[in-house]
């Protein structure tokens, strides 16, 4: 077997942003390549939005780039002499195939600098998961830019697909140079995947957990695993033992809506956790109310429906659409307004002809029989919409994602509680993080059972290394470095 190297060019030290570069015998692929979050929040400025021409250049100053030649856009890399400059210093990557792992920005939201040239690998419901969460996002310029891009040194600049390739679960990927093999896993967000590079004796986990609803596919992976000689394993929660189950989340939200008899319930729950939305719309209707639904979620379901998923979507035939008020005419409801773009006003115009199941419900609908409805947001941000709804003082909010865990994101966090204490509300927060926790890391490690791992996506990687000392981990423990490759033997 040729020499085997690892180059973790991102997602050291901190959460999220992989990017790692496998290579043999000449040939190489990457595994993720998402935005490195905790960087990009340290190094912007304010909500300026950055112009086209400049931003790769102040990535790549800023680190929140790898300096690495070989993998960006032909096209950026020519507007910008000072960017040729920084990427000459740069060491070659020749990667055939991005392989991404999930359809979490910090596992793909930085491919929209990658070059044309590298085809990139997902299954077709994550395909799908991507499109619409980036259609419905606030994301613009080049970081939009991943299944289709624009030529920036062309007139016109028509937009065109990148060239991907659509894997199956448990099959061989095509078009890759190594035998690499997907398995689906658990976490927060459907169509996950580890991966089993079987001629290199490599897996890579993604983002993992042991405790969700779909637990058994994590555990059909370790097997599909064991016994490779290299791990590359998240540690996102190697320094806490806190575990919560998916199931357990569930009750705790039954438990308090149940309280909340003659007042309204809101739950805030990311729009891509397909899994815990529909728990949450049946145990509406199991306590007899009316789920209503945020738009962005009712969007993403609609188009996981259309590509023929496997994925085990929510029944929306008796669930309610928020309608957002958001136009200047019409009552504030008229989808002639631009204010309405086009994926929101398709969710919209698809009820209103009946075209999807659900009903659109608007907020004042909600204020005048508060008790018979659930209604189920994405997002901090829109605890603005209950200002409109104006719920009843004492009326219930569970928070069901992830709390803040940097220096910004308690900012807003404060805002957000200002907001709950303006309008009165009972605030619950009840959530399964989408990765495992530290026994369960260790369990995963030894049951494995490779000969080194390789620790990525945690801003504690020692840990690791504590634990292997002690002997709970019973492998080696190779710490990586974004600017030293890792030559593994063969």
């Not at 608007?362 to 994405?378: D, F, K, P, T, Y």
Request: net charge negative.
């Amino acid at each position: 077997m040729p020499s085997l190297e690892l180059r973790v060019h991102d997602g050291v030290d901190c959460v999220g942003g992989n990017k790692i570069a496998v290579s043999s015998g000449g040939d190489a692929v990457l595994l993720d390549f998402g935005i490195n979050m905790k960087r990009k929040r340290d190094y912007l400025l304010g909500y300026r939005a950055l112009e086209v021409a400049n931003t790769l250049y102040y990535y790549l100053y800023s680190g929140i780039l790898p300096r690495i030649r070989g993998v960006y856009r032909a096209d950026l890399v020519a507007l910008d002499e000072r960017v040729k400059a920084i990427l000459e210093r740069g060491e070659q990557v020749e990667a055939s195939t991005c392989i991404f792992s999930h359809s979490h920005r910090d596992h793909y939201g930085a491919s929209g600098f990658l070059s044309d040239g590298i085809t990139l690998a997902m299954s077709r419901s994550m395909k799908t998961i991507m499109e619409a969460m980036l259609e419905s996002s606030a994301a613009s310029g080049i970081e939009a830019e991943v299944l289709e891009m624009r030529n920036r040194g062309e007139e016109g600049r028509e937009s065109r697909k990148r060239p991907t390739a659509i894997f199956e679960e448990y099959s061989r990927i095509p078009g890759v140079p190594f035998h690499v093999t997907p398995c689906p896993i658990d976490h927060s967000v459907p169509a996950a995947f580890g991966f089993v590079i079987e001629d290199l004796s490599l897996a890579y986990t993604g983002d993992i957990r042991r405790h969700g609803a779909l637990r058994s596919l994590t555990n059909r992976f370790i097997e599909r695993a064991r016994g490779v000689d290299y791990l590359i394993i998240e540690g996102t929660r190697i320094d806490s033992s806190i575990m919560i189950r998916e199931d357990e989340v569930v009750w705790e939200i039954r438990r308090y809506v149940e309280e909340k008899e003659g007042k309204l319930v809101c739950i805030i729950v990311s729009p891509a956790d397909v899994d815990r939305i529909r728990s949450i719309i049946q145990l509406s209707r199991d306590l007899g109310r009316v789920p209503v639904l945020c738009p962005r979620a009712a969007y993403l379901i609609d188009r996981l429906a259309e590509s023929g998923t496997r994925i085990p979507l929510p029944d929306l035939s008796d669930t309610g659409i928020y309608f957002e008020r958001r136009s200047l005419t019409g009552g504030g409801y008229d989808l002639e307004s631009q204010h309405y773009r086009g994926w929101l006003k398709k969710t919209y115009a698809d009820r209103l002809d009946g075209r999807k199941p659900g009903v659109l419900v608007r907020a004042e609908e909600i204020s005048e029989n508060q008790e018979n409805h659930l209604l189920i947001l994405g997002g901090l941000d829109q605890v603005l919409e209950l200002a409109q709804v104006r719920p009843r003082p004492g009326s219930g909010l569970v928070v069901s994602t992830s709390e803040p865990h940097d220096e910004e994101q308690e900012i807003e966090w404060a805002k957000f509680e200002r907001w709950v204490n303006l309008l009165r509300l009972d605030l619950r927060i009840a959530h399964s993080s989408g990765h495992a926790d530290r026994e369960s890391l260790i369990g995963i490690i030894n049951d494995i059972k490779p000969k080194a791992l390789v620790p990525v996506h945690t801003e504690n990687p020692q840990e690791f290394h504590r634990l292997a000392e002690a002997g709970e981990i019973r492998c080696d423990v190779i710490l990586p470095s974004p600017v030293k490759p890792i030559k593994l033997a063969s």
